[in-house]
């Protein structure tokens, strides 16, 4: 548009007509230095078109929506009825809802006692060894590369009492034979046996990644100082990553809260409803009830909670996080 | 590694003491192990499953060379299981919504980064807002709207909602301001309009960043099992990774353990061709996420 309307009023454009100090035989100036040059506004707006149309059909509106689907009550066919606060009243009053929340936390915590430090020790030890590097990058990598649904198969055999290779294995060494997911208690310990060995290879990656950026002099100072080896992790390595450590850790509670396709392939929410999460229970109520109402409302009231959840954490740890 | 800097934690002096150096050779080889066993292992025991008869897998779960070798088995899951017909649909499913992903992400990013039109700040926090909202929260009335645009069981239930990946537009971005803005004035004044501009300037210089952006989404897309599960019931045009835990209930085991070895394979060569790209996309996402 505008210059396209230059470079008609000009007879030639310059080779290099970029350069702001040539000067321009024509009255108009060649670019003006302190004004940026003007914005193709029409051009702008067609070239945000799909990012629009995409976020507003797929994003933005889904999540508006939720917040409206959880006070209706729509079974498709007629038009949806507004029920004010009758989802989140039958959700408070599903019995189930607190077995899943209990569930769901009790996962939470136990991904991150099996899956916060072991990352951490992997790197910081996987960055000192002087051989094979990039192979031990790639074996610790390989099981986030497998497919979930494949992940969860595959361990769906290992745990199986009867012929599973854990039991055969442990049954070598005089141990078991353990229900795995069979049992209310051992069940959930399984899946984040199996969520840990899918996800940590990638957080180990991540923490290799920041440990490049720790400065050798830290450790040369605290080595003169006479830290032991063990010392320099603890009063170097680990404060010089806490900033990576804190998001970490807040990214692994907000995910793992979100967990959904362990239970729903290798236990199916069972047994006796032990290892029923809040995703599984949103997928019950939408795709098996076809209550989608409630499953909104538990969809939201889920929002809400990682809100609240990330909010008081980036509070609490927000003095720690600065230097 | 330690290569890449000066020094680690462990200095040249700890090296030469025998009982770091020897802890050191330990842990290395305890470590070698380990991920050898964690990492490889269970691939391995898959590749071994999907050449074993099924009485292997039942009557000794620790053999580890298959009593007799069946590589029919492979030919058996891709004809009688379908597992070809199923892999192309994860092709296809995750081929466009990579298309639609880089479509959405480099012309958003080029418009809110270079021609920046009034009101693109807004749009774009209203981009960044979405980072902070999981997309699992919105699941049920993502489905209803595909449901009321009737794309529920077409392959664009799947493309369409990739396209809106903040994380995409937010790497692009930054990448697009961090060129030098001589070159779009120097193209203007050329006499480039904007498409030109964006054809044969911008997206040529940002193939490092297009390579990271891609490897991540084909990943993903690759991964992908409760979205394309919920959008696509129609049997027949299911991805392979929806497929499987169907298929597992009632086929053959050592067939489903085949096409499991099927959906691993593609994702790992890639990840073994351009582990480099793959492992910057990582430590970005993390950092950055």
């Not at chain 1, 994003?59 to 507004?82: C, E, G, H, M």
């Not at chain 1, 009830?289 to 009231?301: E, I, N, Q, R």
Request: aromatic content about 10%.
């Amino acid at each position: 548009m505008t210059t396209q309307h230059r470079r008609e009023t000009q007879d030639r454009p310059h080779p290099m007509a970029a350069e702001p100090g040539v000067p321009s035989t024509q009255e108009q100036p060649p670019l003006d230095r302190r004004r940026p040059r003007r914005r193709p506004l029409l051009a702008g707006w067609l070239f945000l078109l799909p990012l629009i149309a995409t976020f507003g059909c797929f994003a933005w509106w889904p999540i508006v929506r939720s917040v409206v689907l959880s006070f209706q009550s729509t079974n498709l066919v007629d038009a949806p009825t507004w029920v004010g606060m009758d989802n989140f009243a039958n959700l408070l009053a599903d019995p189930l809802l607190w077995t899943t929340v209990r569930n769901t936390v009790w996962f939470v915590v136990l991904a991150l006692l099996f899956g916060f430090p072991l990352p951490i020790m992997l790197a910081v030890v996987m960055s000192e060894l002087r051989r094979f590097g990039g192979l031990f990058r790639v074996l610790v990598y390989l099981p986030v590369v497998v497919p979930p649904v494949v992940a969860v198969l595959m361990w769906k055999w290992f745990y199986d009492p009867d012929f599973g290779l854990f039991n055969e294995a442990l049954g070598v060494l005089g141990l078991g034979p353990f229900p795995w997911l069979q049992d209310t208690s051992t069940a959930m310990p399984s899946l984040v046996l199996e969520a840990t060995w899918a996800a940590a290879g990638s957080t180990v990656l991540i923490y290799l990644a920041a440990l490049t950026s720790v400065p050798g002099e830290l450790y040369e100072a605290a080595e003169i100082d006479g830290a032991t080896i063990m010392k320099r992790i603890w009063h170097v390595t680990l404060p010089q990553l806490r900033g990576v450590l804190l998001i970490m850790l807040l990214l692994q509670i907000l995910g793992t809260f979100r967990i959904f396709t362990e239970p729903f392939v290798l236990t199916d929410g069972g047994p006796e409803d032990s290892t029923v999460t809040i995703l599984l229970l949103i997928y019950r109520y939408a795709f098996i009830y076809g209550d989608y109402g409630v499953a909104s409302a538990l969809g939201v009231l889920l929002a809400i909670g990682l809100g609240v959840i990330s909010a008081v954490y980036l509070r609490l740890t927000r003095k720690w996080s600065r230097t | 590694m330690s290569e890449d800097r000066g020094r680690g934690i462990v200095s040249g002096i700890d090296r030469r003491r025998p009982g770091v150096r020897w802890s050191l050779h330990l842990v290395q080889g305890v470590l070698l192990l380990a991920t050898a066993l964690i990492g490889l292992g269970p691939l391995l025991w898959t590749a071994k499953g999907a050449i074993s008869p099924t009485q292997d897998l039942l009557r000794d779960p620790l053999r580890l060379w298959p009593s007799s070798v069946r590589w029919e088995n492979l030919a058996a899951a891709w004809t009688e299981l379908r597992v070809g017909h199923y892999l192309l649909n994860t092709v296809v499913l995750v081929g466009g919504s990579w298309f639609v992903q880089l479509f959405v992400a480099t012309t958003g990013a080029f418009a809110l980064s270079v021609l920046r039109p009034r009101f693109g700040k807004l749009v774009y926090g209203a981009v960044l807002a979405t980072l902070f909202v999981p997309g699992t929260v919105s699941l049920v009335a993502l489905y209803l709207t595909v449901l009321d645009l009737s794309l529920v069981d077409s392959p664009w239930a799947v493309w369409l909602p990739a396209g809106a990946h903040a994380f995409n537009v937010l790497i692009m971005k930054q990448f697009f301001d961090g060129l030098p803005k001589e070159l779009y004035q120097a193209a203007q004044v050329d006499g480039a309009g904007s498409v030109r501009l964006f054809l044969h300037i911008v997206l040529p210089m940002s193939r490092p960043i297009l390579a990271v952006v891609s490897l991540l989404a084909v990943m993903e897309g690759w991964k992908d099992f409760l979205w394309p599960m919920i959008a696509i019931t129609d049997a027949d045009t299911q991805p392979l990774a929806v497929a499987l835990p169907r298929l597992a209930e009632t086929a053959e085991q050592n067939q489903v353990i085949a096409g499991m070895l099927v959906a691993i394979i593609p994702p790992l060569l890639l990840f073994l061709v351009f582990q480099r790209h793959i492992v910057r996309g990582i430590s970005f996402t993390g950092l950055k996420g």
